[in-house]
């Protein structure tokens, strides 16, 4: 069974290359089989399951007609690729049995990974045997590492909604917002993502420069009616809440230069009609 995995020439390249001892023939083909294809090693998910774990991580499936029924390591020396969609497995039509004395020693490394649930850097450290993962265990994650991959997924994330308002006023006066920059100082030091403050990021100069360009309200002459101006892209509804709330608006909303010039009331009059507060 395992010699029909190699031409008559890979064979015998292998079995050179190998080396290997055996009693009979099939054992010293199987042995040069791992010795020319460690990359094809999977191990069995369970005793006895026909589901495999490939080198690659992904999961497989012995063939129905397979004879390689026992063993916890063995070779997927023909893979077809499974249908797309979530739980897909390859299909394993040819395998070559594996004796665990037979692999090579294995190796330890630490692998940090991040976790988009609960938005930390997880770090294990895996036992290989060639490709295979064949055990890991939870070690703590180091901020060094776990850096790179923070920023990645401070960028990925984009800006929250909470900071959608002054990401607006920044567009509008023409200044860069740099998340890959503000990620690389807000993520230092750090195993978990950060929430992003963009007035905390931008430099003295930027601030100066939005304050002066997109103020974040603009009190009008009071001879002309009690209200501040406030700025939000055309396209983007403003929300209803805060100093964008709709029912705070006096008399609504202009357009201009594709922004949405937003006037909203400053004052209103007490009850009875005595006096005015600032809202």
């Known amino acids: 069974m395992a010699r029909r995995a190699l031409d008559d020439r890979a064979f015998a390249a292998a079995a050179a290359d190998a080396k290997v001892e055996g009693v009979d023939e099939e054992t010293i083909v199987r042995r040069a089989l791992l010795s020319g294809f460690p990359d094809r ?32 390591f063995l070779l997927a020396l023909d893979v077809e690729a499974g249908a797309r969609g979530p739980g897909a497995e390859a299909r394993v039509r040819l395998a070559s049995r594996v004796e665990r004395t037979w692999l090579p020693a294995t190796t330890r490394r ?7 649930v609960t938005g930390a850097v997880r770090a294990f450290e895996v036992e290989r045997v060639s490709d295979l993962a ?3 265990r939870a070690v703590p994650a180091d901020p060094g590492e776990a850096l790179p991959l923070l920023v990645d ?35 230092a030091g750090r195993t978990t993502l950060p929430a992003l403050n963009v ?35 055309a396209r983007t509804p403003p929300p209803l809440n805060g100093a ?8 609504g909303s202009l357009l201009w230069n594709n922004w949405r010039i937003i006037l909203r009331k400053c004052w209103r009059q007490n009850e009875g009609g005595a006096g005015h507060e600032r809202i």
């Open 41 to 72: 090693l999977a191990r069995r998910r369970a005793p006895g399951s026909p589901r495999v774990v490939l080198a690659s991580g992904h999961g497989g499936v012995l063939d129905r007609e397979s004879v390689v029924l026992e063993g916890e």
């Open 244 to 251: 964008y709330d709709w029912r705070r608006t006096i008399p």
């Open 153 to 187: 997924a401070f960028v990925a994330r984009g800006v929250t909604p909470d900071q959608a308002p002054i990401a607006a006023r920044l567009r509008f006066a023409g200044i860069e917002l740099d998340l890959h920059a503000i990620g690389l100082a807000a993520c």
């Open 110 to 116: 630490v692998e940090q990974r991040f976790d988009p």
């Open 199 to 233: 007035a905390a990021s931008i430099v003295h100069h930027a601030a100066r420069e939005l304050s002066r360009l997109a103020p974040e309200s603009l009190p009008l002459p009071s001879s002309l009616f009690p209200c501040a101006m406030n700025l939000w892209p």
């Open 134 to 136: 064949i055990a890991e």
